[in-house]
């Protein structure tokens, strides 16, 4: 098991974490049978995967419902529990973000907004406290509302002890760079993957200088590349890859022509290619965190094992290299 500290925050814990997003089920990502949402939460953490992330906006609350279910028959300390706030659609105060199942969302990181948030959050989970709060997404117009005023309230709910470190997603360099001024922030939250890397440009190296975790999600492409998924895929209208460029029509079976090409390497490493994905994400830097999505035990049984392959350093730029050619041929219009 490889743990790895959350920036300098003293919090150590499993490099891999288990996300919590399609749990909460709705239109993204279809219905959910809760009691296995709730044995997987267990299983992971039996298997050393402690850090459970979610977000209030997960299915509209009922993502951190379940989490809260799956606390009550689990000692607290043996989690290492985020949530998200700063999204919300109870007003129509912030700025608009989407709609979605009859919730319009706004981006509100005001000081009451994610202050309601938090507590929303502690009651929904029956806590006391929440290990990592991050800011969900932040204004699209810079300086809307000052990260001044967002991280002097989230320090405040540290110093209260309802919090106990503080994180923000989905960030670009020049508010990352606030967040960080005030020697507050000890992780961000970032897409990215073997086929999406945009933060290896700017955002990584910042972290890896100022001692800042990066926690990764869809490390496999939200399943693309586990290899499962067949050229001539197609899915419902509302589904969360709809309109993503790796899931259309055209780039599919270039990905899975990819993966094929790395059956050598599972056989090799004995692994199934969502380890290999995971694993290769896990080695970019010593400062991530790998956040895999499941919502049932098989998915984090195979999750948990990624982090044993022995990847080898001629192995990992391999498949950097052939991720990188498929990149320039899909991305040269």
């Known amino acids: 098991m490889e743990m790895r500290e959350i920036g300098r925050s003293g919090i150590i814990v499993n490099g891999l974490g288990l996300g919590c997003w399609a749990i909460g089920g709705g239109s993204w990502w279809g219905e959910n049978d809760d009691r296995i949402s709730v044995d997987t939460i267990h299983r992971a953490a039996h298997l050393g995967i402690e850090w ?91 300086g809307l509302v000052s990260v001044d005023e967002t991280m002097g309230e989230l320090i405040k709910m540290k110093q209260e002890g309802k919090i106990r470190a503080i994180g923000a997603s989905n960030v670009s360099l020049q508010v990352l760079r606030d967040y960080a001024s005030t020697g507050e922030l000890v992780v961000i939250q970032e897409k990215l993957s073997i086929l999406d890397r945009k933060p290896e440009v700017e955002l990584l190296p910042f972290c890896e ?26 899915f419902e209208s509302g589904n969360v890859r709809e309109g993503k460029f790796w899931w259309r029509a055209e780039n599919i079976p270039k990905v899975n022509e990819m993966l094929r090409g790395w059956s050598d390497l599972t056989e090799k490493y004995q692994c199934t290619l969502t380890n290999l994905c995971i694993k290769w994400n896990s080695m970019l830097s010593p400062c991530i965190h790998v956040l895999c999505g499941a919502r049932r035990i098989p998915q984090i049984e195979d999750v948990a094992r990624s982090t044993e392959v022995p990847m080898s350093h001629a192995d990992f730029e391999r498949m950097k290299a052939d991720a990188d050619r498929l990149i320039a041929e899909c991305c040269k219009d």
Request: charged fraction near 25%; proline fraction near 3%; include cysteine.
């Open 209 to 234: 200088e100022h001692g800042i975790s990066l926690q990764t999600y869809s490390p496999i492409e939200q399943g693309l590349l586990s290899g499962k998924i067949p050229d001539d895929c197609t």
């Open 52 to 142: 459970v992330d979610t977000a209030r906006v997960y299915g509209f609350g009922h993502s951190e419902e379940v989490v809260g279910q799956a606390l009550r028959s689990m000692p607290r300390h043996r989690v290492i529990l985020s949530t998200k706030c700063a999204l919300q659609w109870h007003s129509k105060e912030g700025e608009y973000h989407f709609t979605r199942d009859g919730h319009e969302v706004y981006r509100n990181l005001t000081p009451k907004s994610i202050r309601n948030d938090l507590e929303l959050s502690l009651k929904t989970m029956g806590t006391d406290y929440i290990d990592v709060l991050y800011t969900h997404w932040q204004c699209r117009e810079y």
